[in-house]
């Protein structure tokens, strides 16, 4: 089935809030133990769900493709998630999920899928050293802020896809992203992504245009290290615009969205005027409709890094008084 059409409007309507939706689905069971954990991926990405169609075998792909489906008239890869994240499906493998993201399209093999729920973005902690591997990004606690809540892992989507085709997501080539980035001296680009491994990019993309930066995880993160500039500028009479010169987040993140962090951002006097960029594998007019009514100043599609570079020199240029010291 696909993803009812008559629930976009909603669920971005959840922007606002803080709030989002997230598919959850089982993959079977972890190595040592026959429980079949939950994962979830927002449904912002999923196309349709479908029975297992038939799948074609692909020569020379890798291990972690089973082939290829034709699904009217669109060849879509099939990712074979329960291998990629250790998992054994003692049930199968039988559902498909159609995912759309990161400027891509590839199908995803799951066991089942168990449902769909709506959550807060602050019952999304950050997995970063508190898992194993790189493919989790977050741990969402489906049953609310409660020490016996269920939990979720959250797929990195984005670097399931680099590990299934390295090929196609290599590093920054410093010569595709122009010229020097000329920022304010002293000033610095303040980013936050949950995803490690569009962290790795962003850097190497801020790297080779010669622009310094403070990496942050999340949007609570990135605001919290706001308010330490916005105090420090205080004490020294000085404005936060004299510190960070532009704000580039993503969308989908633990704690605090991206969406919240731009009104954030935009409705206190003392950031206010700071460029405010959404990098994100999030696409579609209704979300970059409301990157426009959270005030952001520019939005990328992840990950091109010479687009990245553009619209950074764009949002700085249109803003006054941004130019070099």
């Known amino acids: 089935m696909a993803v009812n059409p008559h629930a ?6 959840l922007t606002s809030t803080n709030r989002f939706e997230l598919l959850l689905f089982r993959l079977g069971s972890v190595p040592g133990s026959d429980a079949h954990e939950l994962y979830g991926i927002n449904v912002f990405k999923v196309r ?42 003692t049930r199968g493998r039988n559902i498909l999920l159609v995912t759309e993201f990161a400027r891509s399209t590839q199908a995803f093999a799951v066991e089942e899928v168990d449902d769909i729920v709506r959550l807060e973005w602050n019952q999304v902690l950050s997995a970063e050293g508190a898992v194993g591997g790189s493919l989790v990004t977050s741990m969402a606690r489906i049953d609310g802020n409660t020490g016996d809540s269920r939990l979720a892992q959250v797929i990195d989507v984005e670097q399931v896809l680099r590990d299934v085709f390295p090929a196609q997501h290599p590093s920054v080539d410093p010569a595709s992203v122009g010229e020097t980035l000329l920022l304010p001296r002293g000033s610095k680009i303040l980013a ?30 990135a605001w919290n290290a ?73 939005y990328v599609a992840k990950f091109q890094a010479s687009e990245l570079a553009e619209v950074i020199r764009r949002a700085l240029a249109e803003v006054p ?5």
């Not at 569009?198 to 993160?221: C, F, N, P, S």
Request: charged share 25%; with cysteine.
């Open 8 to 13: 976009t409007d909603e669920r971005t309507n």
């Open 48 to 89: 349709e769900i479908s029975t297992m169609p038939a799948v074609t075998p692909i020569a020379g792909s890798s291990d972690y493709v089973m082939g290829a489906v034709n699904i009217r008239g669109q060849i879509i890869p099939v990712i074979d998630l329960p291998r990629l994240m250790g998992c054994e499906p």
């Open 192 to 221: 936050a992504d949950d995803s490690g491994f569009a962290r790795t990019l962003i850097e190497q993309a801020l790297t080779a245009i010669g622009a310094d930066y403070v990496m942050t995880k999340t949007g609570e993160e």
């Open 226 to 298: 706001l308010q330490d500039v916005a105090k420090a500028a205080e004490e020294d009479g000085t404005r936060v615009r004299d510190k960070i010169a532009l704000v580039l987040t993503d969308l989908e993140m633990p704690e605090m969205d991206g969406f919240m962090l731009t009104r954030r951002i935009k409705g206190d006097e003392r950031t206010r005027d700071l460029p405010v960029i959404i990098h994100s594998s999030l696409t579609g007019a209704a979300n970059e409709a409301h990157v426009r009514n959270a005030g952001a100043n520019g």
């Open 321 to 325: 008084e941004q130019a070099a010291a």
